[in-house]
């Protein structure tokens, strides 16, 4: 099966010499969801970045459906099908909830074969009655929302826009344990709709409960990967030997 996205070889850092990832190489299939694990600072999230766009790569190569997309400008990642939902919050704090989700959909709307108003509002009453909350208060703040509120919204407008590829960060980190709970209901979710998912999640059991196939990303590199299968049992022992820690 060809991966709707591959990294390869990618080196890739923020400052100077100091190379946060050191030839990264991972695959998504369609239809799946990978997981990355490793500790704070491993560099998880700038593999989220790189992909992205956020942050041009020193070397490497990154396909999304087998075209080079390395360094591609971020603002047009969306428009290739892929979506981001980034640790911390991206809504727009004094815009309304229903602006802030429709705010994605505008902008491919405005590209040939984007979605119609038709569309849209098919697609926006389709959201609310998955996330019924949400349609309570569309037309308050986004800022005016709680911590687990606010990422309900970042896990809608995913579902709203349908992306062939969502990238998925710490999405349960810093909110209550109810409220953890329903974020792998979301990505459940997107999984349903053949979004090919690429989740980090410092809550290893679940990743791997979740995940297909999934890599351990030790300072910059890849040092662990393979089927689910391979990654059940005593995961306290494995991943000490993963990461090379004790606890």
């Known amino acids: ?4 996205l591959s990294m390869e070889n990618v080196t890739a850092s923020y400052i100077g010499d100091i190379d946060i990832l050191r030839g990264v190489s991972l695959k998504v299939q369609p239809n799946t969801i990978t997981g990355l694990i490793g500790l704070n600072g491993a560099g998880k999230s700038t593999i989220m970045k790189t ?3 956020f942050l041009r790569p020193k070397s490497g190569v990154i396909r999304f459906d087998g075209e080079d997309i390395t360094g591609i400008p971020s603002h047009t990642v969306l428009g290739r099908g892929i979506f981001y939902v980034p640790q911390e919050s991206s809504l727009f704090p004094h815009m309304s909830v229903e602006n802030n989700l ?25 959201t609310f009655s ?18 687990g509120q606010q990422k309900m919204v970042e896990f809608a407008k995913a579902y709203l826009v349908r992306p062939r590829l969502c990238l998925i960060d710490e999405p349960a980190i810093g909110l209550a344990p109810k409220i953890a709970a329903e974020v792998y209901d979301w ?5 349903s709709e053949r979004t090919a998912i690429l989740l980090v999640d410092h809550n290893v059991r679940r990743v791997v409960k979740m995940s297909s196939y999934i890599y351990v990303l030790s300072l910059g590199q890849i040092t662990a990967e393979g089927p689910r299968e391979e990654f059940e049992g005593d995961l306290h022992e494995q991943v000490k030997a993963w990461l090379g820690i004790t606890f």
């Open 1 to 4: 099966m060809t991966a709707l």
């Open 51 to 53: 992909i992205c766009g």
């Open 102 to 126: 429709l705010l994605p959909l505008e902008h491919l709307s405005r590209q040939p074969g984007g979605p119609t108003q038709t569309d849209i509002a098919a697609r926006l009453e389709d």
């Open 130 to 147: 998955k996330f019924p909350v949400l349609r309570e208060r569309r037309t308050e703040k986004a800022g005016a929302l709680s911590g």
């Open 187 to 191: 990505i459940d979710l997107l999984a």
